[in-house]
C-alpha cells in the first residue's frame, strides 16, 4: 500500500507567482490535513479537508492562501503571490475517518 | 488541545533503552497520547498512541500514568536510526488537527 505521496518535492517560485503543490492520500483515504513548518520551527496545522469539502481552515492565512480537494485527483494547496516568508516544507497527512494521520514526505518551497 | 511539555534534548547509547517523557497535566478525559517522530526534517512518521492502558507495537512501548498526566515513550533497543525529534501530543481520536509542540531532540551516540 503506497503511502502519502506529495509532488514536487523542491519547487522554487520567484516572488509574485504562484505556486501548487499535490498530495494524494493514502488508498482508501479520505481525510486530508496540510501542515507548514517554517524554518527551524514546529509544525503548525493550515487546514483539514474531506472530499470536496473543508472541514476547518483555521491554521490557513487569510489571504493567498487555498485548499481543494476534488471528488477526483490530489488535494491541492494554492499559494498565489509568493514571498519570502512563505519558504518552508508543506507536510500532508492523510486519515480514514477515526484513525491516525499519516504523513507525506513534504514539498520543500523555495521562493527567490 | 492539551499542553505537553517534553525536555529540549536528550543522548542515549546506541542499543540501550530510550525513555523519552512527556507531561500533559492538561489532557481531557476523551484525548488520546499520540507519539511521532521527525527524522531529519522528513514528513513525520507516527509511531504509537493509547488512552489509559500501556501500549506496545514493533517500534515502541508507551506508559501512560494512571491519573493520564504524564507518559513515557520507550525505544527499547535504541540504534542510530531512532536519531530524530520526537512529539507527543494529544489528540481526539477522530479526525482534528494534530499540534505539534517543540518535541525532544533524541541523539543516539556511537
Known amino acids: 500500500n503506497a503511502g502519502v505521496m506529495q509532488n514536487p518535492r523542491h519547487l522554487v517560485r520567484r516572488r509574485g507567482q504562484e505556486a501548487r503543490l499535490r498530495c494524494s492520500p493514502m488508498k482508501g483515504h479520505s481525510h486530508v490535513y496540510w501542515y507548514r513548518q517554517l524554518p527551524e520551527e514546529g509544525l503548525k496545522f493550515m487546514v483539514y479537508?474531506?472530499?470536496?469539502?473543508?472541514?476547518?481552515e483555521s491554521g490557513m492565512p487569510k489571504e493567498r492562501f487555498s485548499a481543494e480537494f476534488p471528488k477526483e485527483g490530489p488535494s491541492i494547496l494554492r499559494i498565489q503571490q509568493v514571498v519570502r516568508g512563505d519558504s518552508a516544507a508543506y507536510f500532508c497527512?492523510?486519515?480514514?475517518?477515526?484513525?491516525?494521520?499519516?504523513f507525506g514526505p513534504g514539498t520543500r518551497l523555495l521562493v527567490l | 488541545d492539551a499542553k505537553t511539555t517534553q525536555p529540549t534534548s536528550m543522548d542515549c547509547a546506541e542499543g540501550r533503552a530510550a525513555n523519552l517523557p512527556c507531561n500533559h497535566s492538561?489532557?481531557?478525559?476523551?484525548?488520546?497520547v499520540y507519539w511521532y517522530r521527525q527524522i531529519h526534517s522528513q514528513g513525520p512518521q507516527y509511531i504509537i498512541h493509547?488512552?489509559?492502558n500501556n501500549e506496545t507495537n514493533e517500534m515502541a512501548s508507551l506508559i501512560i500514568t494512571e491519573d493520564r498526566k504524564s507518559s513515557t515513550l520507550i525505544l527499547p533497543h535504541a540504534t542510530l536510526r531512532d536519531t530524530a525529534v520526537y512529539y507527543c501530543?494529544?489528540?481526539?481520536?477522530?479526525?482534528?488537527?494534530?499540534?505539534f509542540g517543540t518535541g525532544t531532540r533524541l541523539t543516539i551516540i556511537p
Open positions: 501530543m494529544g489528540s481526539n481520536f477522530g479526525n482534528e488537527k494534530l499540534t
Open positions: 479537508l474531506q472530499k470536496e469539502n473543508i472541514i476547518d
Open positions: 493509547g488512552l489509559k
Open positions: 497527512a492523510s486519515s480514514t475517518r477515526w484513525e491516525t494521520q499519516y
Open positions: 492538561t489532557i481531557s478525559g476523551n484525548e488520546y
